[in-house]
C-alpha cells in the first residue's frame, strides 16, 4: 500500500509536465495490481467505490488508496475480455456524460462472463421529479445529525438542479440523471439479455446488502450478459 501511494503522487506531480509518462507508469501500476487480485482469485468489481473496501471486490476509482487507481473518464476498464463475474456501480453513473455511460456499459458487458451481472444504483429522475413538483419540503431540507443539510442547494429548485449538475467530488460533478427506462437503454444497446428494475436487497449479487444504499431516493436496475 505505501509503494501504492508513492506510485499516486509521483503520478500526480508528473503528470502537469509529461501526461505521458504519467499515463504509462499509471498503466504498468494498474496491471500490476490488477495481476495481483486476479491471481487471488477476485472475479467481482466495484467501480467507483470511494474509499468504501467491500471484502471480495476490487475497487476502482480516480481516488488514491483504492485497490486500483483509474480515471473512468477517459480509461476502460483494465480486465480482459470475460474475465469478471459481477460488477457493481452505486451512485456514480450519474458523474459520467451519457455517451461516456454507454461506452462504460459497452466495457462492462465485454469484462463481464457469460451470464455474468451487472448491478446500478442511481439517483431515480422520476422520484425526484415528483418530489419537486409536490414540493416537498420534508424531503429536500432533511438534515444531517450535525445540523448540516442533506442537500445541497438553497432552495427546493437549487436542491433538485443539484442531481443535474452538482455534488462535485474534486473536479467531477453529477453531468446526467436517469429514470429505470433511460438507464435500461443503456444496457439494452451494450446488448445484456435481460434487464431488470430490483428492490433494496433485491438481487442475484450476494451480501448485495454491504452495496445498496439510500432507497429514498435511488433505484436498483441489474442486468445480465
Same mark, same amino acid.
Given at each position: 500500500?505505501?509503494?501504492?501511494?508513492?506510485?499516486?503522487?509521483?503520478?500526480?506531480?508528473?503528470?502537469?509536465?509529461?501526461?505521458?509518462?504519467?499515463?504509462?507508469?499509471?498503466?504498468?501500476?494498474?496491471?500490476? #495490481?490488477? #495481476?495481483?487480485?486476479?491471481?487471488?482469485?477476485?472475479?467481482?468489481?466495484?467501480?467507483?467505490?470511494?474509499?468504501?473496501?467491500?471484502?471480495?471486490?476490487?475497487? %476502482?476509482?480516480?481516488?488514491?488508496?483504492?485497490?486500483?487507481?483509474?480515471?473512468?473518464?477517459?480509461?476502460?476498464?483494465?480486465?480482459?475480455?470475460?474475465?469478471?463475474?459481477?460488477?457493481?456501480?452505486?451512485?456514480?453513473?450519474?458523474?459520467?456524460?451519457?455517451?461516456?455511460?454507454?461506452?462504460?456499459?459497452?466495457?462492462?458487458?465485454?469484462?463481464?462472463?457469460?451470464?455474468?451481472?451487472?448491478?446500478?444504483?442511481?439517483?431515480?429522475?422520476?422520484?425526484?421529479?415528483?418530489?419537486?413538483?409536490?414540493?416537498?419540503?420534508?424531503?429536500?431540507?432533511?438534515? %444531517?445529525?450535525?445540523?448540516?443539510?442533506?442537500?445541497?442547494?438553497?432552495?427546493?429548485?437549487?436542491?433538485?438542479?443539484?442531481?443535474?449538475?452538482?455534488?462535485?467530488?474534486?473536479?467531477?460533478?453529477?453531468?446526467?440523471?436517469?429514470?429505470?427506462?433511460?438507464?435500461?437503454?443503456?444496457?439494452?444497446?451494450?446488448?445484456?439479455?435481460?434487464?431488470?428494475?430490483?428492490?433494496?436487497?433485491?438481487?442475484?449479487?450476494?451480501?448485495?446488502?454491504?452495496?445498496?444504499?439510500?432507497?429514498?431516493?435511488?433505484?436498483? %436496475?441489474?442486468?445480465?450478459?
Amino acid at each position: 500500500m505505501i509503494a501504492a501511494r508513492l506510485i499516486s503522487r509521483v503520478v500526480s506531480c508528473v503528470r502537469p509536465v509529461m501526461p505521458g509518462l504519467a499515463d504509462f507508469i499509471s498503466a504498468l501500476e494498474q496491471r500490476r #495490481r490488477v #495481476r495481483k487480485f486476479l491471481s487471488q482469485g477476485f472475479r467481482r468489481v466495484n467501480l467507483c467505490c470511494g474509499l468504501q473496501r467491500v471484502p471480495g471486490y476490487i475497487g %476502482l476509482d480516480v481516488l488514491p488508496r483504492v485497490d486500483v487507481e483509474i480515471d473512468l473518464s477517459r480509461e476502460n476498464l483494465p480486465f480482459g475480455d470475460g474475465s469478471m463475474e459481477t460488477i457493481v456501480w452505486m451512485s456514480a453513473i450519474n458523474y459520467f456524460s451519457h455517451g461516456r455511460a454507454q461506452e462504460l456499459v459497452h466495457e462492462i458487458f465485454r469484462v463481464l462472463q457469460a451470464d455474468g451481472v451487472c448491478r446500478v444504483g442511481v439517483q431515480d429522475m422520476r422520484w425526484l421529479a415528483e418530489r419537486y413538483v409536490n414540493e416537498d419540503r420534508e424531503f429536500f431540507f432533511q438534515t %444531517l445529525p450535525s445540523g448540516q443539510d442533506r442537500f445541497e442547494g438553497k432552495t427546493i429548485g437549487d436542491k433538485f438542479a443539484a442531481w443535474f449538475y452538482g455534488y462535485a467530488v474534486g473536479a467531477n460533478h453529477c453531468r446526467y440523471a436517469y429514470d429505470f427506462d433511460s438507464l435500461a437503454n443503456l444496457f439494452q444497446t451494450a446488448g445484456f439479455r435481460r434487464v431488470e428494475r430490483k428492490a433494496l436487497g433485491e438481487s442475484r449479487i450476494p451480501d448485495i446488502q454491504f452495496l445498496d444504499n439510500r432507497p429514498d431516493q435511488m433505484f436498483y %436496475l441489474e442486468a445480465v450478459k
